[in-house]
């Protein structure tokens, strides 16, 4: 890949809702809107509770992250923006399309700059290390690209006791010359040493849905609950499995239908429409909350909160969490072209009742803006304080 950034599906998508050229319906997709089943009745305080909540941006760690980008001597710049705690008070954030150093003194980009599909960027403390494949000299993605394609990262998680880093990677693939000829091709799982931080694996993971299976993990009641999207473009739907333990490759998965649990990952239910395609699921609560941007509204700056008594859905009583202030013409850089996307909260950073949420900036005209400027393509983090309505 060259230092020109030309995609991203926080761009792609968002452009494909403006135009059916860019992005097209699958020929198959996965089950239509579930009804809530019997027996999942909303009767938990999570759901009964009437939220409100209060913001506060310019969050732990944004502030870290910006000072390091500034030094341009590794990661300056990135989306995606999952986190995992590791063992000895590590922090593996975990990011896609990523910029690396130098930063010119005016805060631009050189042209030539660095750029990967994917990269950790490692907390001890208030220290920071880039973590990339290849070479100090020549760096390359932490998951090596196919030859006709990328990787890009998604949703993470610690397994084999921490041995094992393991995270979600969605396969890209090229079907022409074009700057829109490409294709989401199949999921699967990378599997990191958690101490070296050295790929030990690249596994495939269940991709027979047409659901991008890389949206979030979380761990409940034995299980990992795995949320995907089905990514129609100007639509798309969350989805829910599931499997025993925290191995994503040891067992058979099983796929909520809606009322129930299947083997078949076509019978998989839409639980939610309107997520991005990163969101997060974590315990609030006796309940769930559901954290995503609105991707019903066409370059929407709105941050959402779903509540729920059961990691299937539904997700109900949407709750405005934030409104992003960089989006569109009106916000902070003036630019109609900067865009916000792909919000999630990061539950093992979380103090009290107050969520963390992170969410990623980027341009329409990347290729411009994100050279003349290196502050915008960085996480936001905001903390949102949930109380109960009175």
Known sequence: MGA????RWGVVVALGAAAAVIATAPTASAGQPAAEPAGTAQDCNTVRTNWTATAQPHAAPEGLLNAYSNTGKGWTGAD?????????GRTAWIFSDTFLGP??????????????NNSFVIQSGGTLKTVTGGTATNPTALVPPPSNGWYWVG???????????????????????????WHWASNYLARFD?????????????????????????RDSGYTYIYGVEDLGSAKYDHVARVRGDDLTAKPW?????????????????????????HSVTRWGDGYVLVTHD???????????????????????????YQTPETGATGSYGNANIITYNSHDHPDLR????????YNVNSLDANTDLYADVSIYRPRFVGVTLTAAP
């Open 80 to 88: 995606s923006t999952y986190s995992v705690p590791l063992s000895g």
């Open 351 to 358: 103090r009290g009742n107050t969520l963390l949420v992170s």
């Open 254 to 278: 099983e796929y909520w239908t809606g009322s129930g649990w299947s083997a078949d990952e076509t019978a998989s239910a839409r639980v939610l429409e309107g997520v991005a395609n990163e």
């Open 194 to 218: 958690s101490k070296t931080l050295k790929l030990r694996s690249l596994e495939p993971l269940p991709s027979a849905a047409n659901v991008q299976w890389s949206g979030w993990l979380l």
């Open 155 to 181: 949703a993470a998680q610690t397994s084999g006791a921490g041995r094992n880093l393991d995270v979600v990677a969605l396969r890209f693939e090229r079907t022409g010359t074009g700057q829109w000829d």
């Open 4 to 7: 020109k950034k030309s995609h």
């Open 295 to 321: 991707t019903t509204e066409l370059f929407s700056k709105r941050v959402l909160g779903y509540f729920s008594c059961s990691p299937t859905g539904p997700f109900v009583k949407p709750v405005e969490l």
């Open 103 to 116: 930063v010119n003194p005016d805060g631009s980009r050189p042209t030539t700059t660095p750029f990967i």
